[in-house]
């Protein structure tokens, strides 16, 4: 008994550096998906940061002109096109039949951006008529709350504690992924400096992992998600653009959505977004010709064709698909993690499973041999 207290207390600081670890687990647990998130930016504001670095010298101004000028714009177009698609897809399932989502602050606030949307023509704004771009349902909400103490009270704290929880969220977000892109440098070289003999041991074992992982994280994110965001902008732009002059009955429906749902189906091999875009036109063909209007419009329909193969598939796959990679992750692995971790982990997911199984690929492809051949070699 005294041999295993002896060897405690030999241990005693390292017992305790892994209870300050456990803690600070602990602690950073609840925020898992705001670091996930962190991790995500960091990775597509890197090489933005990269490209500026010759032009500017100071570190902390690069790192803000990075934010302010590429990431926080590009965070405010996902999340504006996410809230529409949100809202069209809660209409397109009560339209076929369906049960709505439930009411809640995400469903809410989606339903009231796609109404700025479609008030926000360029008749109000040159009329001043500023008053009809904003839903009248939102001044009733509020009218109707405003009623006495109470309800006002019940108001701020069923929306304030949502609205503060994600404005606080984003904030940390922002933070973290601050000091990522300006201390990463300077990160690597204490560890370097402070666990020598755990980066040299078997070969420099642990430094060839996190390369590699760091290597293929950025390929990943900087180069498939962000592909599949510029993809599905661009799909979703060119379906509501065609809108705007699409005769009765050629109108392509839930352009947003569908937009979203081409830069997704663009990571699949071969087929891509043939498996939205053929299914989307055929629709569009029986619709319109169940209504009598295809054989007048079919010029229009023609054009409409060219247009969609020419800017959603054409030209994006020549410009963006050469930067999707998935570095040495198998393709079709990277796909499952792309499916089941949303399924698991929610939003986040999309990104933890690309996390884990680039975590995984490497541990075997570096770490295991590794270890192996150090274990071949003390037997020998």
């Excluded at 926080?72 to 897809?89: H, N, R, W």
């Excluded at 009270?153 to 304030?160: M, P, R």
């Excluded at 642990?206 to 962000?226: P, Q």
């Excluded at 994006?316 to 089941?340: C, E, K, N, Q």
Aim: with cysteine; glycine share 6%; charged share 10%.
């Amino acid at each position: 008994m005294s041999g295993i207290f002896q060897r405690a207390y030999d241990a005693k600081w390292l017992i305790f550096g892994a209870a300050l670890v456990l803690l600070l687990l602990w602690v950073m647990w609840p925020f898992l998906t705001v670091i996930v998130y962190a991790v995500f930016i960091y990775y597509i504001a890197r090489p933005i940061k990269r490209m500026l670095q010759p032009h500017i010298k100071n570190e902390t101004l690069l790192v803000t002109v990075c934010m302010l000028l590429l990431v926080l714009p590009l965070l405010l177009i996902i999340g504006y096109t996410l809230l529409l698609a949100l809202s069209q897809f809660n209409a397109l399932i009560t339209g076929i039949g369906l049960q709505s989502l439930p009411e809640g602050p995400l469903s809410n606030m989606s339903n009231v951006v796609s109404e700025i949307q479609r008030n926000f023509t360029m008749e109000n704004i040159m009329s001043g008529n500023f008053g009809a771009i904003v839903p009248q349902d939102l001044y009733e909400a509020l009218q109707g709350y405003g009623s006495s103490i109470a309800n006002l009270q019940q108001l701020v704290i069923s929306t304030g504690s949502t609205i503060v929880d994600i404005i606080f969220k984003l904030f940390l977000v922002i933070v973290i992924v601050f000091y990522m892109l300006r201390e990463d440098e300077k990160l690597v070289s204490w560890l370097k400096s402070t666990f020598p003999s755990l980066m040299a041991e078997y070969d420099g074992m642990l430094l060839k992992y996190g390369r590699a992982v760091d290597e293929d994280l950025e390929k990943i994110f900087f180069g498939n998600i962000l592909s599949i965001v510029f993809f599905a902008i661009l799909a979703a732009t060119v379906f509501s653009v065609l809108n705007m002059f699409a005769p009765p009955g050629m109108s392509i429906p839930s352009p947003i959505l569908m937009g979203i749902l081409c830069g997704v189906s663009a990571l699949l091999p071969v087929v891509g977004m043939y498996i939205v875009i053929v299914p989307l036109l055929l629709y569009v063909l029986v619709i319109s010709l169940m209504a009598g209007t295809f054989f007048p419009n079919i010029v229009f329909y023609i054009m409409m064709v060219a247009a969609i193969m020419i800017f959603v598939e054409v030209l994006p796959d020549f410009v963006l698909r050469p930067f999707m990679s998935s570095g040495r992750v198998h393709t079709g692995l990277l796909m499952f993690a792309y499916i089941l971790g949303p399924i698991v982990f929610g939003i986040a997911g999309l990104f933890i499973g690309a996390i884990v199984l680039v975590l995984l690929t490497h541990y075997f492809r570096i770490v295991v041999p590794a270890i192996s051949r150090e274990s071949e070699a003390s037997k020998i």
